[in-house]
């Protein structure tokens, strides 16, 4: 359960170094997240029984990339960092991901 080939499929592609990723139990204030990201201390929290990982993993790692690169993305372009924003991008590379493998 490591998805270890995404994620350094995603640090490549995006040139950032990986962030932690750990697997937790339904966060209990949100029913419908499958997945989110902690910010400053980079880990991206995936929940066990989400449906696809691959993917709830590529979205948080969006936001990661956002707060990385945040500053001048985000200035030049707001739009970005919005959840559709990252979620189209993280559809979009999994695509990637899976056609290469
Ligand atoms: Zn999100």
């Given at each position: 359960m490591t998805n270890q080939n995404l994620l350094t499929f995603l640090c490549k592609k995006h040139k950032v170094p990986p962030p932690y990723v750990k697997y937790v139990d339904r966060p209990h204030w949100d029913d419908e997240v499958e997945g989110y990201y902690v910010p400053k201390v980079h880990i991206l929290c995936i929940w066990k029984?989400?449906?696809?990982k691959e993917l709830v993993l590529a979205h948080e790692f969006h936001h990661y990339v956002d707060e990385v690169k945040g500053d001048l993305l985000q200035r030049l372009e707001?739009?970005?960092?919005?959840e559709d924003g990252v979620h189209q991008r993280a559809v979009r590379d999994l695509k990637e991901f899976r056609a290469a493998s």
């Amino acid at each position: 359960m490591t998805n270890q080939n995404l994620l350094t499929f995603l640090c490549k592609k995006h040139k950032v170094p990986p962030p932690y990723v750990k697997y937790v139990d339904r966060p209990h204030w949100d029913d419908e997240v499958e997945g989110y990201y902690v910010p400053k201390v980079h880990i991206l929290c995936i929940w066990k029984g989400a449906e696809d990982k691959e993917l709830v993993l590529a979205h948080e790692f969006h936001h990661y990339v956002d707060e990385v690169k945040g500053d001048l993305l985000q200035r030049l372009e707001k739009r970005l960092s919005t959840e559709d924003g990252v979620h189209q991008r993280a559809v979009r590379d999994l695509k990637e991901f899976r056609a290469a493998s």
